[in-house]
C-alpha cells in the first residue's frame, strides 16, 4: 500500500508540473500627482512570475486644465488641452507598448475634464511589434506623462496642465502554479493512506 501511494504522489506531482493558469493581476502604481513636462518614471513589480502575458491595461483617473493659446503667427487662438500618456519600456529601455487617453479639456475651457477610465496597451511601433516576454518576470520600467495637443503653427499662452489621481496596471497573464493542485490532492492521499492503516490494523 505505501508503494502503490508514493507511486500515486509521484505521478501527481509530475502532471502537475507545467500547469499553468490564466488571470488578471493588478498593481497600484504611485503616480498621483502633478503632470506638465518631463514625465515620471516608476519601477514596478507584480512580485511573481509569468508564463505568458496575453496583454497589459491602465485603470486611471484624474483631471485635465485647459490652458488657452495664441497663435500670432496664424492669427487665431482657443482653449488649449491634452492627454495623459502612459508607456513601458521594452528590452533595449526604449517604449514597447503604451497607452493614453483622448485629448481632453478643450471643449470644457476653462473648466476641467475629468476622467475615469480603462485604457488598453497597444505596441509602439505596429511594425516591430516587442513580444511581453521583457515582463515575464514580473519587472519593469514605466512612465507617465501629460502631454499638451499640438498647436499648428506653435503657439503662446496659457498652458494645461493636468492632475492624476489613481493609476493601476492590469495585466492578463499566466502563472505556473502547481502546488494548489498537489496540496490539495496529496491530502487526500493521506486520507487514503490512513483509512487503509486503519483498516489493516
Do not use: H
Amino acid at each position: 500500500m505505501r508503494k502503490m501511494m508514493l507511486v500515486a504522489v509521484l505521478l501527481l506531482i509530475a502532471c502537475s508540473v507545467g500547469i499553468a493558469y490564466a488571470g488578471t493581476y493588478e498593481l497600484t502604481i504611485p503616480a498621483a500627482g502633478y503632470y506638465y513636462g518631463s514625465a515620471r518614471y516608476f519601477n514596478i513589480d507584480f512580485g511573481r512570475e509569468f508564463t505568458s502575458i496575453s496583454g497589459m491595461s491602465i485603470e486611471w483617473s484624474g483631471a485635465v486644465y485647459p490652458g488657452y493659446y495664441y497663435n500670432l503667427t496664424e492669427g487665431f487662438s482657443g482653449p488649449w488641452g491634452g492627454m495623459f500618456y502612459i508607456g513601458i519600456n521594452g528590452p533595449s529601455s526604449s517604449t514597447a507598448w503604451d497607452a493614453g487617453t483622448s485629448t481632453l479639456g478643450t471643449t470644457t475651457y476653462p473648466s476641467c475634464e475629468s476622467f475615469s477610465q480603462t485604457d488598453a496597451f497597444e505596441p509602439f511601433d505596429r511594425y516591430n511589434v516587442v513580444p511581453w516576454d521583457f515582463l515575464l518576470d514580473g519587472k519593469g520600467t514605466i512612465y507617465v506623462e501629460f502631454v499638451p495637443s499640438n498647436i499648428a503653427g506653435g503657439a503662446t499662452g496659457t498652458n494645461p496642465y493636468g492632475i492624476l489621481s489613481s493609476a493601476k496596471l492590469i495585466l492578463d497573464a499566466t502563472v505556473p502554479e502547481p502546488s494548489s493542485i498537489i496540496v490539495i490532492m496529496s491530502g487526500i492521499l493521506a486520507c487514503g493512506f490512513s483509512i487503509a492503516r486503519r483498516k489493516k490494523a
